[in-house]
């Protein structure tokens, strides 16, 4: 009989650094799509799936360390637990596979020279979702949620910070937003850039709109492209907080039908933003809203300069007219239950599928 390991066990082991061998048994496509950070791979799905007995006699694993099977949803790996086991190992399946790896998260502290502030950023390590929890005397703002409210609710108290402003850089299409939720639980004011199908009451943001916390300043810029609402937050003109539209080393899809008749004039509008954000000072620190690749339990920041990112994409030193035509090539595919999730964002709903099921699957939001 195997063993069962939950999503926020492994969490925490990893977190803490603990020894672990993670096992990914999915196809080798799977794997290359999204994975856990640390983990190898034994390609022996078909074989496990298959009933063979021996799909992992071939695989080296060190004595003495326990060992996590991990799967799409968490029913393969059984067996290669249950065959693991037979073999004197301590091995466990993970409960929900990937699908549970999704709701996963980390944090970083990040660097940034914000006196008399701290500055958190809390990642989900598998759907490279990056969400920010800022600090000062006392009072707190979170942009972007992506996780359990409970958790910021938590890293707050340990703090000592009240929760006062919640606020999201644009309408998300990949990940169930938490922010409504935690504005509910915490009664902090929800924040939003408008759009005109949201459905619940929030506070519009929009370009000069500045916010007080403590010793920090939050300005508003917009900077549309990715989404006609897209705004990046500059606290105290030092950090900017790009959501989708820029990242570490990749700039925002302009949108997700490259052949959509608004995806020329989108693509053209993200160039414009881009360059705007460019403008800034190089030592300005970039935040993004997204990472492609897995985050791993490192707690060093996903992060940037203005000045680093101008000198790493080259992309952004095109002419508009041909920064427009390669990004719209480039675009990745489209991402399973986007519409869904949007729609479910704009309108406060309960989703019917559990949120691992609905928002599986690594982060398409860059192009690079």
Known sequence: MFQSLEVATLRAWLDA??????????????????????????DAYEQ??????DALAHV????????????????????????????????YSLTGGMQGW???WNTALVPASLPGASLLQIRRTGKGCLSYLVGSEGE??????SVDPAVYQQLAAERGWRIRYVLDTHLHADHLSRSRALSQAT??????????????????????TLLALGALRLRVLAT????????TYLLNEQVALTGDTLFADAVGRPDLKASSPEATGRARQLYQSLHRLLALPADTWVLPGHTSQPVAFDQLPVATTIGAVRAALPLLALPEAT??????????????????????????????????ELEAGANRCAVH
Do not use: M
């Open 224 to 231: 549309p492209g990715h989404t006609p609402e897209s705004v």
């Open 140 to 145: 707190a703002l979170v942009v972007d949620a």
């Open 17 to 42: 650094g603990q020894p672990v061998t993670v096992l990914d048994v999915r196809p080798r496509a799977e794997r290359e799509e999204w994975a856990i950070p640390g983990s190898v791979h034994a």
């Open 48 to 53: 496990l799936k298959a009933g063979n007995p």
């Open 102 to 104: 999704g709701l996963a």
């Open 187 to 208: 009664g902090a004011e929800l924040l939003l850039p408008p759009h005109p199908a949201t459905a619940f009451a929030y506070t519009p943001v929009a370009e000069h």
């Open 323 to 356: 920064f427009a035509d390669t990004l719209l090539r480039r675009i990745p595919p489209t991402p399973p239950n986007y519409l869904t999730i949007a729609g479910l964002n704009l309108s406060g709903a309960e989703p019917a599928l559990p949120a691992a």
């Open 60 to 91: 080296a694993l060190p004595l003495g360390v326990p060992v996590v099977a991990v799967c799409a949803a968490g029913r393969i790996s059984q067996r290669a637990a249950t065959q693991l086991q037979a073999r004197g190992l301590d091995a």
